[in-house]
């Protein structure tokens, strides 16, 4: 695709043009990867606050009798027992225990379920949703394109949004609520990418660029000195990473398990066992069996002196020979030194290695995940 007559664009892209947006296709989409710089964008959510236009991600409405069963069918992590207004992180397996998607589900109330899922893999998760239907008595409903999705992130989101609002400082993590904007609802719940604090927000798509508008306008928001200010997905990549959350298709991939990826939080593998009424997950017998032997790999972080960033792909080696694979790398914008994940095997107890670039490598230390905690 290489004009934007082929790509999706969302709500918002008027206002990514007008705030002079570099805009690339991800996953079909029209996107910002950047408005000023990078470097700029990165720093500003890690001190202040940054605005991203999320709405390529995919939301998926389920309801009926049966939400909660076929959410359990496909979620690696418990649906059955949330409480409304609960948000939990999951990852959707195949049969094989590899990594379909990871997502967030949302209980709004009883059979009344929203799943947040990557925009690139938005068609596959509908078409593994509509292959394990089975005998589940439930409504899918794609809102993709009805809704639209912005992410407020930053140290000082909370405090901006409590101009506006006395609930929602008060919200805990993972959790929603739902207020009335316009003549309309939207839901503002305590998650983001980032590793700082903050607030995502899904409202109808017609009232998307409205309703930001009023939203900035009524914080007392000022375009020469804003608190918070629109950020690209270039930015939202390096704060993800130096957070150490995985990305899909780099730490996630049909091939990588959860627990590989240092993701045992999101699993749980006695649904459907003794007294548990959750229904059992797709691929729970093959992540019993590498609970239980191991996988021959792990997620690890890694540090470099210097400036050269780590890419996916580039070869991790201990004594001249490889031993694994770089996923995410990039120049910490935060540390001013390179950083990376990679995968290595499960039983490397050495504490550093080599990264491969080609004419020369370069030594890497390994340390603990995340590299930055707010």
């Not at 930053?154 to 739902?178: D, N, T």
């Not at 009023?214 to 993800?240: F, H, V, Y």
């Not at 694979?325 to 080599?354: H, K, N, R």
Request: hydrophobic fraction near 40%; proline fraction near 4%; aromatic fraction near 6%.
């Amino acid at each position: 695709m290489t004009n934007t007559q082929t790509l999706a664009t969302t709500p918002f892209h008027s206002y990514h043009v007008e705030n002079g947006a570099k805009m690339v296709d991800f996953a079909g989409w029209d996107m910002p990867l950047m408005y000023r710089s990078i470097m700029e964008e990165h720093k500003q959510v890690r001190t202040s606050g940054g605005l991203f236009d999320v709405s390529h991600m995919g939301r998926l409405k389920f309801t009926g009798k049966d939400a909660c069963k076929i959410l359990d069918r496909l979620c690696t992590r418990q649906i059955h027992g949330m409480q409304d207004g609960q948000i939990r992180y999951s990852i959707i397996c195949n049969a094989h225990g590899g990594c379909r998607d990871d997502v967030l589900v949302y209980k709004n109330k009883d059979n009344d379920y929203l799943m947040v899922c990557n925009g690139a893999n938005r068609a596959k998760i509908l078409n593994h949703i509509e292959e394990h239907r089975g005998e589940f008595s439930f409504k899918l409903k794609d809102e993709t394109e009805a809704t639209a999705m912005i992410a407020l992130q930053g140290p000082k989101v909370m405090e901006l949004l409590g101009i506006v609002s006395k609930e929602v400082p008060e919200l805990k993590r993972y959790r929603f609520l739902m207020k009335n904007l316009l003549i309309t609802k939207i839901m503002i719940s305590r998650t983001g990418y980032t590793g700082e604090d903050g607030v995502e927000v899904i409202l109808p798509a017609k009232f998307a660029a409205k309703g930001i508008e009023m939203l900035l306008k009524n914080m007392g928001e000022d375009a020469n000195m804003a608190i918070i200010k629109p950020t690209g997905l270039a930015a939202r990549d390096s704060l993800r990473l130096e957070a150490g959350m995985p990305l899909y298709g780099h730490e996630l991939t049909e091939e990588i398990d959860p627990l590989s990826a240092g993701l045992a939080f999101a699993v749980k593998l006695d649904k459907g066992v003794g007294e548990n009424e959750a229904e059992p997950f797709i691929g729970q017998n093959a992540l019993l069996s590498i609970a239980e032997n191991g996988s021959g790999k792990k997620l690890v972080g890694l540090t470099l002196e210097g400036k050269r960033s780590p890419r996916q792909h580039m070869h991790v080696l201990s004594e001249g020979s490889v031993i694994g694979e770089v996923t995410s790398g990039c120049l910490s914008p935060t540390f001013g030194y390179a950083i990376a994940m990679a995968y290595i095997p499960d039983d490397f107890d050495g504490e550093t290695v080599e990264l491969d670039f080609g004419k020369k490598n370069l030594a890497a230390t390994i340390v603990p995940l995340p590299f930055y905690k707010a």
